[in-house]
């Protein structure tokens, strides 16, 4: 079995609303030196199966298909063995 660690981002020429949002708020708060904030998503989620180019390849296709949108978002995996 294989922990997978998803990191979804928006692309770097793609605006993030979110992202401007939040360096707002944090300049109101006093955070003069928080500049480009982007917003992500952090997905965690395991895959049952002991061969790990099966696991990256279903990782992969998972994150390609359903956790990003292509257009927008870039995506990078990891995987860890878990006993």
């Given at each position: 079995?294989?922990?997978?660690?998803?990191?979804?981002?928006?692309?770097?020429?793609?605006?993030d609303?979110?992202?401007?949002?939040?360096?707002?708020?944090a300049?109101?708060?006093g955070?003069?030196?928080v500049k480009?904030t982007?917003?992500?998503?952090?997905?965690?989620?395991?895959?049952?199966?002991?061969?790990?180019?099966?696991?990256?390849?279903?990782?992969k296709?998972?994150?390609?298909?359903?956790?990003?949108?292509?257009?927008?978002?870039d995506?990078?995996?990891t995987l860890?063995?878990?006993k």
């Amino acid at each position: 079995m294989y922990k997978a660690t998803v990191i979804v981002k928006r692309r770097p020429k793609i605006l993030d609303p979110e992202g401007k949002a939040v360096e707002q708020g944090a300049k109101l708060l006093g955070f003069s030196n928080v500049k480009k904030t982007r917003i992500g998503k952090y997905i965690e989620f395991f895959v049952d199966t002991a061969d790990k180019s099966a696991a990256e390849k279903e990782v992969k296709e998972y994150s390609e298909k359903l956790l990003s949108n292509p257009i927008m978002e870039d995506f990078e995996f990891t995987l860890e063995e878990v006993k």
